[in-house]
């Protein structure tokens, strides 16, 4: 329901965004066509339609629909109360990589996609984009697009990188005042290693959403739009190659999680030197774990 809820509320914003750029008399596309562009049911159309209607911002009568009035800004549903589309798209594509068997080279339906996330074509278009730079997804000459696989060397690099800019968040890290909010996210998220392991036989595949979790608290204190942004990339790649690579799955997230625990530890007893050793550590194992998905080793890690 309350997801239902969440579609609803961007629907109708997205809605209005689409009347504000269209003269006053103009007829709206039929219920159909709406959804296909909302990217939602008919019945979350419906909804938007009767709101707008009650509003007084159109008319509609049988299958005429005409817009009376531009929606103004107060129209809309307060943005604490709508998700971003960028963040419930991100949030939507990961979770779709995760849980789908979708192996390397695989074409997306952005149709189909759109409106399995809720989202325009457009939106879809927008946050594929993003990430064609990075080679994740590729624009096909044909127009379509491909969810690519990731070679040795891609790995390697990745994982190069990934280790300057998260030993840069743990230096920052440890050197923080102890009323800092990070130092509850830190506790937060020990609890919740240690209840997945309890359960790790039946959830092992949640562990991908808490290495997430774990990495993006950690870098979140540099505060750098950078950093976030290679934040975003490295979640998709490391959701990707947790999901292709499926050989001994729960052995190593139970790994992991063991590696996350004492990751943790570390950064909480404030030392340099102890906390420099586990993230190095523990991003090794995860630089072997990316590169066994790419077929470059065939041991067992991470």
């Known amino acids: 329901m309350a997801r239902t809820n969440d579609r609803y509320k961007t629907a109708f914003n997205q809605m209005l965004d689409s009347l504000a750029a269209m003269p006053a008399g103009s007829e709206l596309s039929s219920e159909t066509i709406l959804a296909r562009q909302l990217g939602v049911s008919r019945t979350i159309v419906r909804a938007v339609l009767e709101r707008l209607q009650k509003m007084r911002i159109i008319s509609w009568r049988g299958r005429r629909k005409k817009l009376l009035k531009s929606p103004d800004a107060s129209d809309r549903f307060p943005d604490d109360e709508v998700e971003s589309v960028s963040v419930r798209l991100e949030e939507y594509f990961l979770e779709w990589v995760l849980r789908t068997d979708v192996a390397p080279d695989t074409r997306l339906n952005v149709s189909l996609l759109s409106r399995q996330f809720s989202c325009t074509p457009h939106a879809l278009h927008e946050f594929l984009v993003r990430f064609s730079r990075f080679g994740i997804v590729e624009r096909l000459k044909t127009g379509g697009w491909v969810l690519r696989g990731f070679t040795a060397e891609y790995a390697i690099e990745l994982s190069e990188f990934r280790e300057m800019i998260e030993l840069t968040s743990v230096r920052k890290l440890v050197a923080l005042a102890t009323d800092h909010p990070v130092w509850a996210q830190l506790d937060e998220l020990k609890r ?44 998709m790649i490391f959701h990707y190659h947790y999901q292709w690579n499926k050989r001994w799955e729960r052995q190593r997230n139970t790994v992991a999680i063991s590696e996350h625990l004492a990751y943790i530890d570390a950064l909480q007893s404030r030392n340099w030197q102890a906390a420099q050793s586990a993230a190095l550590a523990h991003l090794a194992t995860a630089r072997q774990t990316l590169l066994a998905s790419t077929g470059a080793a065939d041991t067992l890690v991470s």
């Open 192 to 235: 919740d290693h240690i209840a997945l392991l309890e359960h790790i036989e039946v959830r092992y595949r949640d562990f991908s959403s808490l290495d997430d979790r774990l990495h993006t608290t950690i870098n979140s204190v540099q505060d750098n739009r950078f950093t976030r942004e290679f934040q975003s990339l490295i979640s």
